[in-house]
Structure formats: structure tokens, C-alpha cells
């Protein structure tokens, strides 16, 4: 069973605040995505880490930074938010091998910008 | 252009009818393929994969997928839905074996008739 987690679930928050999405996975895998999802819309990759100290941007451009200090936390900050920042953000990952493994997914974060 | 195409945005059935969700992919090599289901505010979660081998796969919650190459194509089924079966359905393509990321088609969401 997948072991992935995200706070909050829910978030409502003004502009210009500084907000962090958590994400957390404790299956040791060194591959983690984060996706940016409209309501009713197909997932958009916007960072991805192959492991410690590794970042990258993902296909849609976002203002949003990662860190990946330690393999199991991949968290997401947002300098300042906008309510052009407004929607669901899902963390993902996947273990490093041969062929190509699944990706297991968070229950995502809502992020609602007044 | 390299892409997953889920043709049907929206599908209506009645409980207890067969279900097929479409999903045709662009790519030249055989890729890796799986449907994922998401749940009204919930992550996604994988119903099943094809790497190769047999090209009718099994999933979960009694679905199952069949790869066609000479369509392109990778066709979710399921014999009898039921009402617990509607949420958003994501085809997913990993375009082949040195591929770093996940592409996802834009979903398609299902609807169950009483």
C-alpha cells in the first residue's frame, strides 16, 4: 500500500502570503513529481527530483520552487500567492529501477487565492 | 506532436452496463501504458499497466485494458459498472524506457445512470 502524504488537505489563503505545500513519502523512493490539476482538467508536471539535492522544472512553467533536502520530503513553496495560483496540487512518486515503475500518487492539496 | 488522446470528455452509463473508455497514444516505439482513476477530491490511483507481454491486462475493481498496437491504442473496459465507478479516468503513457517522465491524457469523466 502507498505511503504518501500531503498538508494540508485544503487551503485558503490571501495574496501575496507565502504559502508551503507539504509532501511526504515514506516507501524510500528516490523519484518525486509534483502536478498542477485544474478542476476537471488533466495533470500538468511542474517539478521533479530524482533524488537528494535534485530538482528540475517539469513541462508547465510555474512560479512555485522545490527542495529536496532529505528522500522522503519534497515540499513546494509558493513566494507569493495569487489567485491565479489557485488550484489542486498533487505530489507523486516512484522508486528508481530497470523498468519503469509506477508513480503513487498523494490525496493532493486544494489551494484556493482570495 | 507526441501525445495521449482520450477522445470522450464526459461518459454517461447506466449501472450495471459494460463501460469503454478510449485512449490512443502518438508514439513510435512501444510505450508504457496505464489508466489511473481519481475520486471527487481525491489523488489518483492506478487501475492497472502494460509493459508488454499479454496485451489484455488485468486491473483492479474488476477493470481491464487491452493494448492494440496496430491502433495505437490502449482501451479501458469493465463488464458491469457500478455506482461506486464514477470519477475521472486518466490514460497515462511513459514513452518508452529511457523516458524520465509520465504524460497524461486529459481524462475522461464517467457518470453513472441509476
Known amino acids: 500500500e502507498a505511503d504518501i502524504y500531503q498538508t494540508p488537505r485544503y487551503l485558503v489563503i490571501g495574496t501575496g502570503k507565502k504559502i508551503t505545500l507539504e509532501c511526504s513519502q515514506t516507501m524510500g523512493h528516490d523519484k518525486m513529481y509534483w502536478y498542477q490539476q485544474d478542476p476537471g482538467m488533466e495533470l500538468h508536471l511542474i517539478h521533479y527530483?530524482?533524488?537528494?539535492?535534485?530538482?528540475e522544472k517539469g513541462d508547465l512553467s510555474s512560479e512555485s520552487t522545490v527542495s529536496r533536502i532529505r528522500t522522503e520530503h519534497f515540499p513546494l513553496t509558493l513566494e507569493s500567492a495569487r489567485p491565479s495560483h489557485t488550484s489542486q496540487y498533487l505530489c507523486a512518486s516512484s522508486s528508481r529501477g530497470g523498468s519503469y515503475n509506477e508513480q503513487f500518487f498523494g490525496p493532493g492539496t486544494r489551494l484556493t487565492v482570495l | 506532436a507526441q501525445s495521449v488522446t482520450q477522445p470522450d470528455i464526459h461518459i454517461t452509463v447506466s449501472e450495471g452496463a459494460s463501460l469503454e473508455l478510449r485512449c490512443n497514444y502518438s508514439y513510435g516505439a512501444t510505450p508504457y501504458l496505464f489508466w489511473y482513476v481519481q475520486s471527487p477530491g481525491q489523488g489518483l490511483q492506478l487501475l492497472l499497466k502494460?509493459?508488454?507481454?499479454?496485451?489484455l491486462v488485468q486491473g483492479i475493481k474488476g477493470f481491464e485494458a487491452e493494448f492494440k498496437r496496430s491502433q495505437s491504442s490502449f482501451n479501458l473496459r469493465k463488464p458491469s459498472v457500478h455506482w461506486s465507478d464514477a470519477a475521472e479516468y486518466f490514460c497515462?503513457?511513459?514513452?518508452?524506457?529511457?523516458?524520465?517522465?509520465?504524460?497524461f491524457g486529459s481524462g475522461t469523466r464517467l457518470s453513472i445512470r441509476p
Open positions: 527530483s530524482y533524488g537528494v539535492n535534485s530538482t
Open positions: 497515462a503513457v511513459v514513452p518508452d524506457s529511457s523516458a524520465s517522465k509520465i504524460i
Open positions: 502494460y509493459f508488454s507481454g499479454d496485451t
